[in-house]
């Protein structure tokens, strides 16, 4: 507690942290400025929004309403349990009423809960005199969505049970058999019938593709959807939704009306494609906003024409399972193209028929991402396509819209300073509101996430650390003016086990970054993957890089990242380069090349410790002392370091696509934007910068090098 004792007081009951430690070990103060808005930003009451400077009276009667509130709360906002274990939880009745408290289970079959002894004294809260009463539920109850029901004389009250599991068993059968994938941002790999970037046909012909070489899943950027019409947003990882799913990956010609065009708009169509076709021959950045205008130009067109009464029955069947989310989506995707229209003086379109048009669009989505996962298991992946969850969405997008009423909007997530980013991140998301997800029931968190997991064998869940806590700042300010905000992360997790094991899905959690020791024992515990990354790990026995012995069983490992610049880049110092260029780099970068040239030097020699890479020249084989240019070929360097990772004890391994074809651009430098640098534009070339399709992958010499090396020792 520092001098400004209430207001650290309040920030801890809210889950905003006072102070943390920094990636060096450093402790940080939290500012009082910073734990202010903050709060503000929670929706915490502190007076007059003008007042920067709240008084120890009214934070202290903050603090006072936030325990009268919890205690005149007749349930709990929700309760998450682990499946196997008897959880008490309290109830609140006015003072001598009686309290029964039953619950209806998903299948609509009841049981009832068990009270137990509390002898906590009533309170008195605006004249009403409160009791309360603490209640077990049995330990045998069913994974599921369950309902808790109180009742206390004439007043009824529910709120939701969910049952989760106490481990996801979905990771077991590859910590006996291990295997591994490769990971691709989709726009960037196009075969010769792209219009330009990659769609959801390349998708399905990608992981056919990889499967021949040994691949058993394809891990792909985020599906996302971006905003309903140009100009969109590049970034997969700043989504307008993380429900829904991005029309610009559709094949417009696999839509079976597509054929009903009459022959002169086909032609006009064949014409069109044709010119973005001339683009899949040229590395130049790929240019997403006349792509989408295109498509949704002749998507409307099939829009208009009949379907057969079985499509229309599927497409109504589709809506009424996606709900008001849906409807609430694809509104506010009308209203943004009824704004543009407005803006242009051109004649409205009608609302309700442009809202199911964008519902027609999720469903044509559905169904070409439901056709790629089957390409990719008919190919023999057991895992298929396995998704990738943002860690949040646009703050002025569809579900900062839609669940604003769940979200924290003046707050920005983003990341303290670190090593690799030294200013910090902004991403610019609303984080979710602790309490009011919980009053929702989850309920926002569940749908996402069945949506991600409906066609996918598993998910990676960007930044996982999020699901613990957060690092957010004052919208519009600084990182180095953030702090942490903490979450029911026994709920978020438990909840994310619940629905992958309802999928038959495998679970990745990217936990890299600034965290604490104990998150990633509670991930493992509850059979949740981690994420290694070669050139991040060290050894937790000596100084220097992991050993390949040392590599966590339960886990997702690769040499790179799509935050990384491919291997072939990373090698020659790129990712140093390029920090510099843009202006992002805080230190001396001659210091750092020869850190960086240090540290590669001893991970290859952990790798010829490993007999994965063949010893130097020098006459004691190590790479230590060795420019760049004199440690061997790009060939033999990206076996040695894919052969290394196959070889450690992870379930799962993974190789980057652009390090199969020896690319070097990176698709993302962290902190950057479109005016710095084109992030998530950039598509699959080789090592001599020429564009390489998904037809030619195969007749690539690299490629078939890499494959061989990252197959697991057992395959």
């Not at 196009?190 to 899943?217: C, E, H, I, P, Y």
């Not at 790798?607 to 061997?632: F, H, I, K, M, N």
Request: net charge negative; aromatic share 8%; hydrophobic share 40%.
């Amino acid at each position: 507690m520092t001098a400004r004792g209430p207001l650290n007081e309040l920030a801890v009951l809210y889950g905003v942290s006072t102070s943390y430690t920094d990636y060096k070990g450093a402790h940080v103060e939290v500012s009082d400025d910073t734990l202010v808005k903050i709060l503000r930003a929670l929706k915490v009451d502190l007076g007059a929004p003008e007042t920067t400077d709240p008084s120890d009276e009214v934070l202290n009667q903050a603090i006072a309403r936030f325990h009268d509130r919890e205690f005149s709360r007749p349930l709990p906002p929700c309760v998450v349990a682990i499946q196997g274990t008897e959880v008490t939880f309290p109830v609140h009745v006015h003072d001598g009423a009686p309290a029964a408290v039953h619950i209806t289970l998903e299948d609509g079959s009841t049981r009832e809960t068990f009270q137990v002894e509390n002898w906590t004294p009533p309170r008195e809260i605006d004249g009403i005199t409160w009791g309360e009463a603490s209640f077990k539920i049995p330990a045998d109850l069913p994974l599921g969505w369950h309902q808790l029901h109180l009742t206390s004389d004439e007043l009824e009250y529910s709120c939701g049970l969910i049952i989760t599991p106490a481990r996801l068993s979905t990771a077991d059968k590859y910590l006996q058999s291990p295997r591994t994938g490769v990971m691709a941002q989709i726009y960037s790999v196009r075969s010769t019938l792209s219009w330009s970037m990659g769609d959801f046909n390349d998708l399905g012909k990608l992981a056919s593709v990889v499967a021949q070489d040994g691949a058993d899943f394809l891990l792909i950027n985020p599906m996302h959807a971006a905003e309903p019409l140009p100009p969109t947003e590049d970034s997969p990882y700043l989504p307008t939704t993380r429900r829904f799913i991005n029309p610009i990956y559709l094949r417009v010609e696999d839509v079976p009306e597509f054929n009903q065009l009459d022959i002169e708009l086909r032609d006009d169509v064949a014409e069109l494609a044709e010119e973005f076709r001339e683009r899949n021959l040229s590395a130049e950045i790929i240019e997403r906003n006349d792509v989408y205008s295109a498509k949704l130009q002749v998507l409307h067109a099939i829009y208009d024409l009949p379907r057969t009464a079985e499509r229309e029955a599927s497409f109504v069947d589709f809506v009424q399972r996606e709900g008001q989310g849906l409807i609430d989506f694809a509104t506010w995707c009308a209203d943004r193209e009824i704004e543009q229209s407005a803006s242009a003086h051109a004649e409205l379109p009608d609302r309700d028929e442009l809202t199911m048009f964008y519902m027609w669009l999720q469903w044509l989505c559905d169904e070409q991402l439901a056709e790629a996962q089957k390409r990719a298991l008919d190919a023999g992946m057991s895992i298929g396509i396995m998704a990738d969850l943002a860690v949040g969405v646009h703050p002025g997008g569809a579900d900062a819209h839609n669940l604003e009423y769940v979200l924290a909007p003046d707050a920005s997530v983003g990341a303290p300073p670190d090593g690799y980013n030294q200013q910090g991140q902004d991403w610019s998301q609303p984080p979710w509101h602790p309490v009011r997800l919980a009053e929702e029931g989850y309920i926002p968190w569940r749908n996402l996430l069945r949506t991600v997991l409906r066609h996918s064998g598993g998910i990676r869940v960007d930044h996982v650390l999020g699901l613990f806590r957060l690092f957010v700042m004052p919208r519009m300010q600084s990182p180095a003016t953030g702090t942490y905000i903490k979450f029911d992360h026994e709920a978020l997790v438990g909840i994310l086990a619940l629905e992958a094991e309802l999928a038959d899905a495998v679970v990745i959690g990217e936990d890299l970054g600034t965290f604490e020791p104990w998150v990633q024992d509670a991930l493992a515990q509850r059979g949740i993957m981690g994420t290694s990354i070669l050139w991040f790990e060290h050894s937790p026995t000596q100084p220097g890089p992991r050993l390949q012995s040392e590599y966590r069983p339960l886990a997702l490992s690769s040499v790179t990242t799509h935050d990384l610049p491919p291997t072939a880049g990373y090698l020659a110092a790129e990712h140093i380069e390029l920090r510099e260029k843009l202006g992002v780099l805080s230190t001396d970068p001659e210091v750092e090349a020869a850190e960086d040239l240090q540290w590669q030097a001893e991970i290859l020699d952990a790798a010829v410790a490993a007999g994965a890479l063949a010893p130097s020249a020098q006459e004691d084989g190590s790479y230590v002392g060795l420019p760049r240019e004199q440690r061997g070929s790009l060939p033999e360097l990206m076996a040695g370091l894919h052969a290394f990772v196959a070889g450690t004890p992870s379930a799962l391994t993974c190789v980057s696509l652009v390090d199969m074809v020896g690319d070097k651009r990176a698709q993302n430098q962290p902190g950057t934007t479109r005016d710095l640098y084109p992030n998530w534009c950039i598509p699959l070339c080789d090592n001599d910068g020429e564009p390489v399709s998904i037809e030619a992958l195969r007749d690539n010499e690299l490629y078939h090098t890499v494959a061989e090396a990252a197959r697991r020792p057992q395959q």
